[in-house]
């Protein structure tokens, strides 16, 4: 009830706030006029009682105003009341709104954008349950690092350890699915039937893997993905028991999972691990194949590092009892979210930091304006003050307006961030992990205005502090630009010293970004990737035997090459520069004794004849191959200038012998040395790289390369029929121009370059506004002085040079904190630098430069308008 | 005026509650019948009655009415609610208790001499 009253009685207040106050003014009235009588009483007259009583009373405006503020407490009244004063205030003066409200929606929004990405990707805890005890279980040993288990490993590990609930494998592929919609590439990945239950993830329609799945004569069952579901089935749940064929297999479609599960990586269809006989057997028997990648939940109590030893422990029991393939292995624990994240997390925390940068400038333009606002408007306060409004009050009125100021501000950011998403994701490159999870959610609007507000409330109410110190007297006496005096200078300066400083390191980073990316465009990849289309085909397991590939492959190469426009097709099992985990695998070189423990290694590459001509890769020595070079039994090998710098320094590769355990004990011969491409990337070396025949020894997967007369991007579809003639139910996946996928290599790089020379233009303006802001209020508060002067004869150019040189000063030490700043900070994104040093100086320098330039300008604009003014106004001004 | 005393902050409550105690007043009343009290020796702005009053009102210890003066004036009438007549008790216990307190502390003699 009493609380009923009290929001009644509140209510009320706020609607009749006229009344109010005429009810205060009759009782004050009647007070006077009581007080009145009794000194009339004495013998005075009645004007001279009331005058007298009138006087009594005091400081009435002021007993006036406490008595509304009692009234209305601390609440909606007040709050109502200053902010239709604040929205007034903010109207009155539009330039300094909008130029208040811009700087802080730039430094909101550029850190909103990124705390999104940062959110998603690393900040956000995976989709499973309690994701914090799940761990990633690697195998290293001083060749090798981050491998996954063997199938013998991880059947012991399962048998013998005390850490862990669950531990459960998979390991992925790129398949080709066939269903009622034809046919298509997807992701599958094998899956031990335990996977959904360490990762406490159910499924959404029907069963998971049943642990007789794992073994052999298991069930030809599969799990698919909910994305896989909606675009292949349309969300039908009678999909249950459907069959579907990945790579050839037949398969009974028996669960599907939720929405946004990704395990191990995007796959889309899961396949019990009993699958692929011949596969399984080998897994099975042999410990030397690492290709179990294993993730485990520890068990309630356990630690991270606790386990870690128990692991170690594990594996050295092992390599006791199985010598000969366990030797020196050991186990490394990664958690889930960081083996997730990976390297992401440097190149995020750098824009994380960047753009920590603008809100800094931003944030330091904004306390320049409030400081200046502030004393511009001391007069306006001293006015309040001395009729009666309290210094609360006053103080109150001020946070209200820079709360107003970081509302807008952050509604502003909040739509720049918004606006600015699609382009940012868009940019990202396709090795971020969670990608498709970044959106712009309740918990990036709600640091948005956290952060607005935090901003506007320090930066609101610092200067109001400052502002009550203003003397009340001098404020009201001067009047004018006079009180604005002392807008505490010092404070300011150091401002606009910030504010050079951090646009500086920023233009400094942008700037090595660029260089390095310009250098690494330059960079020759070994062939020629102009006018080539590329596709890659997976064979289904139809395609069993040697013959059949070689059969399919020489088809639609023949068929490619008759098309018109084709100049040459060739086919190879990887492409260079291609974004694809590359491996290297041990060789023997005849001649070099062995050394088990540095075991030569190279990429192998197979290719068909034609492909080093299509690639336009320069023949060094010797021959390539020819369509009759083949065979698993015998067969020549062309190398790479790097094999032959490696495996034969400073002799002829040529007749030079090798031998491949993997394929057998046929010794091969080298019978060319073809030039280095570039394999990982264009910023590496490199590496020794060996080319067998693939009419030989076929691979799993093989990419068309078409090199065509002009515009390549026109014969994707010349591709896709030439192979679908020959075989129909093979999907052409990842057909794109070999000049866009020499162009991904360095997408990395493009995308900190872009986000961050944004940031620096951004930085750059917003130090120029806070340079051009505190030498135009300069100008102005000095209109009188420079009046006088002008009119004792001094010359405008003098005046010019001087005004501008107080902000050239002040560049002048901000580019030297920023250069010593930039000295620290650059190594950070080493990293991503190519060919340049961090400190590099002509960086260095240019960036100085750029920086000197703007803010030249920005001090320029005021000094000239101070040159023409007219001492006669001057001088009346006041 | 020179034997007047400033009032403690947050007495001046106290004293209204006190002099209302004694049946509904007005403004200019309080101020009157707390002189009377007081011995006249309290000095009390008299305009800084009415944000106290305001408060009070606002705390529901004291309610108001406007009625007729014994001068035949308009005047804003305020008494006590059950609950102002409580916090009088509580208050005046209280201050009773400190102000005993604190003669005591100012009536020892110093120890050493």
Redesign the interface.
Same mark, same amino acid.
């Given at each position: 009830m009493?609380l009923l009253d009290s929001l009644r009685f509140r209510i009320s207040t706020i609607f009749s706030r006229s009344q109010m106050n005429a $009810?205060?003014d009759?009782?004050?009235h009647?007070?006077i $006029?009581?007080?009145a009588?009794d000194i009339e009483r004495t013998g005075l007259h009645r004007a001279e009682a009331e005058r007298r009583a009138n006087l009594?009373?005091?400081?009435?405006e002021?007993?006036?105003e406490?008595?509304r503020?009692?009234?209305s407490?601390n609440s909606i009244e007040i709050l109502t009341q200053d902010m239709r004063f604040a929205v007034r205030m903010l109207c009155k003066s539009p330039a300094f709104t909008a130029i208040a409200v811009l700087t802080l929606a730039l430094g909101i929004g550029a850190n909103t954008a990124i705390f999104s990405i940062v959110n998603c990707v690393i900040l956000r805890p995976l989709s499973f349950r309690d994701p914090g005890r799940l761990v990633r279980l690697y195998m290293y040993n001083k060749q090798f690092d981050n491998l996954g288990a063997t199938f013998p490993d991880l059947l012991d590990w399962r048998a013998r350890n005390r850490s862990f609930e669950g531990l459960a494998a998979t390991w992925e592929n790129d398949s080709n699915l066939f269903d009622q919609n034809g046919p298509t590439k997807i992701r599958s990945a094998v899956a031990s039937a335990n996977l959904f239950a360490v990762l406490g993830v159910p499924p959404l329609l029907g069963r998971a893997f049943l642990p007789a799945e794992d073994r052999l004569g298991y069930e030809h069952a599969v799990m698919i993905s909910y994305g896989l579901w909606q675009t292949r089935h349309g969300g039908d749940s009678t999909v249950l028991g459907k069959a579907i064929t990945v790579d050839g297999t037949s398969y009974a479609v028996i669960g599907v999972l939720p929405r946004g599960f990704q395990y191990p990586g995007k796959t889309d269809v899961w396949l019990p691990m009993g699958l692929g006989e011949e596969a399984l057997i080998r897994f099975h028997d042999n410990r030397r194949i690492h290709a179990m990648e294993t993730v485990g939940r520890l068990l309630p109590g356990t630690t991270f590092d606790r386990t870690s030893l128990d692991m170690n422990v594990l594996a050295e029991q092992l390599a006791r009892e199985y010598p000969a393939s366990n030797t020196g292995w050991k186990v490394r624990l990664v958690s889930l979210g960081e083996d997730t994240v990976g390297t992401s997390r440097k190149g995020l925390l750098i824009l994380m930091g960047a753009a920590g940068f603008v809100l800094l400038i931003a944030c330091a333009n904004l306390a320049s304006l409030l400081l200046v606002r502030g004393s511009v408007r001391a007069k306006e306060f001293a006015i309040r003050a001395s009729l009666g409004g309290s210094r609360t009050r006053l103080l109150r009125q001020i946070v209200t307006e820079s709360a107003l100021l970081g509302l807008l501000g952050g509604a502003t950011g909040a739509m720049l961030a918004f606006a600015s998403q699609a382009a940012i994701v868009a940019m990202i490159p396709k090795d971020l992990p969670r990608i498709d999870e970044i959106r712009l959610d309740a918990h990036a609007l709600l640091f948005a205005f956290a952060l607005a507000l935090a901003t506007s409330a320090v930066f609101g109410i610092g200067p109001a502090l400052q502002n009550k110190r203003v003397n009340l007297q001098s404020a009201l006496k001067t009047g004018g630009w006079q009180a604005v005096g002392n807008s505490n200078p010092a404070l300011r300066k150091v401002l606009v010293i910030t504010e050079v400083a951090c646009a500086l390191i920023l233009v400094i980073g942008a700037t090595l970004l660029a260089e390095s990316l310009f250098r690494l465009m330059r960079v020759q990849p070994g062939f020629n990737s102009l006018d080539v289309i590329t596709g890659t085909i997976g064979y289904p397991d139809s395609y069993a035997t040697q013959e059949q590939k070689t059969v399919f492959a020489k088809r639609v190469i023949s068929n490619l090459t008759e098309m018109p426009g084709v100049l040459d097709a060739a086919g190879t099992s990887l492409l260079p520069l291609y974004n694809f985990k590359r491996q290297f695998s041990p060789i023997q070189i005849v001649g070099h004794p062995s050394d088990p423990h540095h075991e030569p290694e190279s990429e192998i590459t197979t290719v068909t004849p034609e492909f080093f001509r299509s690639m336009q890769i320069p023949l060094i020595a010797g021959r390539t191959f020819t369509e009759v070079d083949g065979g698993l039994d015998s067969g020549p090998i062309v190398v790479n200038e790097a094999a032959a710098r490696r495996f034969w320094p400073n002799q002829n590769p040529l007749g030079r012998q090798v031998r491949f355990e993997w394929i057998g004990t046929v010794v091969r011969e080298v019978i060319g040395v073809v030039g280095d491409t570039k394999q990982t990337s264009l910023a590496t070396q490199s590496e020794p790289e060996i080319y067998l025949p693939f009419y030989g020894i076929a691979s799993p997967y093989l990419t068309f390369v078409v090199r065509t007369n002009a515009n390549p991007a026109a014969f994707a579809n010349v591709l896709d029929d030439q192979v679908h003639k020959v075989d129909g139910t093979i999907p052409v996946y990842d057909v794109q121009t070999l000049e866009r996928l020499t162009a991904e290599s360095f997408a990395p790089n493009r995308f900190y370059l872009r986000l961050i020379s944004a940031f620096g233009m951004m930085a750059l303006g917003l130090a120029a506004i806070g340079v051009y802001g505190l030498i135009s209020f300069n100008v102005v508060q000095r209109t009188h002085e420079l009046g006088v002067r002008l009119a004792l004869g001094a010359l405008p150019g003098g005046l010019l040079r001087q005004i501008a040189w107080e902000g050239m000063r002040l560049t002048l030490v901000g580019l030297v904190v920023g250069v010593a700043c930039a000295l620290v900070l650059t190594r950070f994104i080493s990293g991503l630098l190519y060919g340049i040093a961090p400190a590099d100086p002509m960086t260095l320098i240019g960036a100085s430069g750029l920086l000197l330039l703007s803010e030249m300008a920005a001090c320029y604009i005021p000094a000239r308008r101070a040159m023409r003014v007219d001492p006669m106004v001057a001088l009346r001004y006041e | 005026m020179a034997d007047h005393v400033q009032l403690l902050p947050g007495t001046l409550d106290l004293l209204i509650l006190r002099a209302v105690s004694l049946g509904p007043l007005? =403004?200019?009343?309080i101020l009157l019948r707390i002189g009377q009290i007081s011995c006249n020796c309290l000095l009390i702005?008299? =305009? &800084?009655l009415?944000?106290g009053l305001?408060?009070l009102v606002?705390q529901?210890l004291l309610k108001a009415r406007w009625g007729t003066?014994e001068?035949n004036?308009? &005047?804003?009438f305020y008494e006590l609610t059950a609950t102002g007549r409580k916090r009088l008790r509580e208050e005046t216990a209280n201050w009773n208790r400190l102000a005993t307190a604190i003669g005591a502390a100012l009536a020892t003699q110093p120890e050493e001499a």
């Open positions: 009493k $009810q205060i009759d009782e004050i009647s007070h $006029q009581h007080r009588d009594e009373f005091g400081r009435r002021r007993f006036k406490e008595c503020e009692t009234f407490g | 007005h =403004g200019y009343g702005e008299q =305009g &800084a009415y944000p305001f408060r606002r529901g003066s001068n004036r308009r &005047a804003k």
